[in-house]
């Protein structure tokens, strides 16, 4: 594999902080500049990502992965990437196997898991929960998703498989055409792309979503930035036409207030016909998983899986380099990582 930007191992630390603290709660803490360095020093945990290489300088640090929803993904590749740096991992998952159950509030809960670890990853069902968490300890803390708010790690393993594949492609980030369909209000994975891709310049976004799941007004206003083209449409084909990158997401009906699902047919449902017909050759097909595999599903077809312009699995594969680089900031170790991996 060749990809054109180049690793460059002098890297600055304090890469990820809020309010002087390192903690990770959201994308609007990143420059373009930042996201490009925290890139580079994902291409440096590559091939420890993959185990070609072994360091140990996270050795003896442990991660609490605090996970209040389900997860797979987010929760085992934050807890592999950990390893992989030489710590090692405790957990809890859901509410009914933490004291939290028995009414302990977020700041005792932070305050004590801040004397048994030396970071955290919360994910939690409401929104602003997880700043919650951090503004208790002074530990770094990541945001692992809260509720229909922002999951930042997904957003930048998501543009690092973007540039990582646009490079391959002779593409670049800058005046490229996104189409991002399905729940755009509950999707807190489109929230935090949406921000991060504004950062670049004259990127048309197109909003393809059914009535009552628009994106929120605020995100729009915000893409709309930089040179940027926000339009919005409920028609798939013709949002579709011309897109170099399709980001499908599932309906997350588990977040409905008022919603009705209703007027999201599988005639909103990225196929391997529908991508023939609209897309070319070098579209690529994104989503954050978990896809909907359920009798009715209307976000991505798994008839698409032999395709190689889904990059689902790329996206996924690209989790544990990017939560490594994250972890190597927020614990002072990336020069560290950097500079073994010079000498080695
Ligand atoms: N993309 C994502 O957040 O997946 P999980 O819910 O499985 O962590």
Known sequence: EKYTHSVQLELPTDLISFEGKPQLLSVSQFSRESVETLFRLADVMQPIARRQKVTRVLEGAVLGNLFFE???????????????????VCDTTGFTFSSMAKGESIYDTSRVMSGYVDALVVRHPEQGAVAEFARATNIPVVNGGDGPGEHPSQALLDLYTIQREFSRLGKVVDGAHIALVGDLKYGRTVHSLSKLLALYRGIKFTLIAPAS???PSYIVEQMAKNGNIVEQTSVLQEGLKGADVVYATRIQKERFVDEVFEGYTPDFQINLALINNVCD???????????????????????????????????????????????????????????TMRDA
Request: hydrophobic share 40%.
């Open 70 to 88: 389900a997860s797979t993904r987010t929760r085992v590749s934050f807890a592999t990437a950990f390893c992989r740096l030489g710590g090692s």
């Open 213 to 215: 799941l628009e994106m």
């Open 281 to 339: 050759q070098h579209t690529l097909i994104m989503h954050p998983l978990p896809r909907d595999s359920q009798p009715g599903a209307n976000d991505l077809s798994t008839d698409l899986n032999h395709d190689s312009r889904l990059a689902i699995f790329r996206q996924t594969d690209n989790g544990i380099p990017i939560r490594m680089a994250i972890f190597a900031s927020l614990l002072g170790v990336d020069q560290q990582v950097a500079h």
